[in-house]
Structures are given as C-alpha cells and as structure tokens.
T-cell receptor, first 113, second 116 residues
Framework: KQEVTQIPAALSVPEGENLVLNCSFTDSAIYNLQWFRQDPGKGLTSLLLIQSSQREQTSGRLNASLDKSSGRSTLYIAASQPGDSATYLC????????????FGGGTRLMVKP | SAVISQKPSRDICQRGTSLTIQCQVDSQVTMMFWYRQQPGQSLTLIATANQGSEATYESGFVIDKFPISRPNLTFSTLTVSNMSPEDSSIYLCSGAGGAFKNTEAFFGQGTRLTVV
C-alpha cells in the first residue's frame, strides 16, 4: 500500500530556531511532492512543489528537498517565527494514481515567542 | 497560480438534510477534486470531478451519498446527502491545471460542516 508518513506529528520550538520537518513515502515512483500549510479550520496553502526530477526547491525561508531513492523529503524552515505556527502537510502524486494527492498525517508546529 | 473559492465557508446542518458546496476556480483547470478532512485527521480524497461526466469515486465513497457535478472547467459542486453527525468534517475542493501531472495543486479555503 502506498503511504505517506510525517514525523514528528507535533513540534514546539522557541522563536528563531531553524527546524526540519520530515516526510517519507513508501514508493519512489512519484510524479511530484508538494508541501502545504494549513491554519486551524482553514484550507491548504501551497508552499513548495518539487518535481520528481528535482532535488530541492526554495521559497524565502523555506527549503524543501527530495530524495526519491530513499523515499524522503524534508521541509527546512529557517529562523522560525510565531506566524509559522500551523500544520504542515506533505502530499505525493504517485505515477500510477492519476493526479490524486496522497497526504501525510501532518506536523503540527507551534513557534513560541 | 489559481484562486479557488468555496461556498459556504461553514454551516451547521440538521441530520437527515443535504448540503451543496460550491467550488469556483478563477481559471480553467483540467482536474478538480473533492477531499474530506475529519477532525484531527489528514485529507482523504472523496472523488475526482470529471467535466461533463460522472465523478470517479474512491473506495468508501458513493455517488448517492456524495453526488458531484462539474458542468465546466471552472466550477464544481459536492452535495453531502442525508447527513449524520459522522459527516461533520472540513470539505475541500482542489484544482490542478494543464495536461500533465507535474502541476501544482491548489485548494479552496474549505467548508467546515457541523451536523447536529
């Protein structure tokens, strides 16, 4: 079964810390991997999209890497701020699954001032 | 990027009734999807909304419970029928554009449904 797993499920850090969120997937035959942010009770905001041929993508303080062979992606957040507090979700499109996104369980991040 | 608008943003409904959620995209997208997010859980795909034909449902979801329409490339509706408290969730519409799979997916702001 194709699954996406995110560790840790929850993370609390003081403001200013650099942090890494982890995402693993069971099948390396992916089209792309996408990271999202979700604020409580809200929809999803796309943060970064990594195509299967790419190794990383950067946007501002965010950097996402992809290692298909090991089935892993990481989201690096530099100099965290209280406004970064949210749930971060990674999602994968498998080659054999049409355009359907399979989501991990998310990491709930709290950045304390 | 595409902007996706969902209506209503939230609703409280009586059990046994139905609610139709609308999803409007500001540009034509090839693919539209409906997801459910139960409290404290991640997202689960309900169905792919196909333009001009019946939606494709995932295992565990049926058309009688979640009828979907997609009359054109920018609009879709999801109806939650004969609701029970177990249907209380956030329902999200998603779109992805272009003819290839390596495209970014965008989401609406979600509809928070509470069934009492």
């Amino acid at each position: 079964k194709q699954e996406v797993t995110q560790i840790p499920a929850a993370l609390s850090v003081p403001e200013g810390e650099n942090l890494v969120l982890n995402c693993s997937f069971t099948d390396s035959a992916i089209y792309n991997l996408q990271w999202f942010r979700q604020d409580p009770g809200k929809g999803l905001t796309s943060l970064l999209l990594i195509q299967s041929s790419q190794r990383e993508q950067t946007s501002g303080r965010l950097n996402a890497s992809l290692d298909k062979s090991s089935g892993r992606s990481t989201l690096y957040i530099a100099a965290s701020q209280p406004g970064d507090s949210a749930t971060y979700l990674c999602a994968v499109i498998w080659v054999q699954a049409g355009n359907m996104l399979t989501f991990g369980g998310g990491t709930r991040l709290m950045v304390k001032p | 990027s595409a902007v996706i608008s969902q209506k209503p943003s939230r609703d409280i409904c009586q059990r046994g009734t139905s609610l139709t959620i609308q999803c409007q995209v500001d540009s034509q997208v090839t693919m539209m999807f409906w997801y459910r997010q139960q409290p404290g859980q991640s997202l689960t795909l309900i169905a792919t909304a196909n333009q001009g034909s019946e939606a494709t449902y995932e295992s565990g979801f049926v058309i009688d419970k979640f009828p979907i329409s997609r009359p054109n490339l920018t609009f879709s509706t999801l109806t939650v029928s004969n609701m029970s408290p177990e249907d209380s969730s956030i329902y999200l519409c998603s779109g992805a554009g272009g003819a290839f799979k390596n495209t970014e997916a965008f989401f609406g702001q979600g509809t928070r449904l509470t069934v009492v």
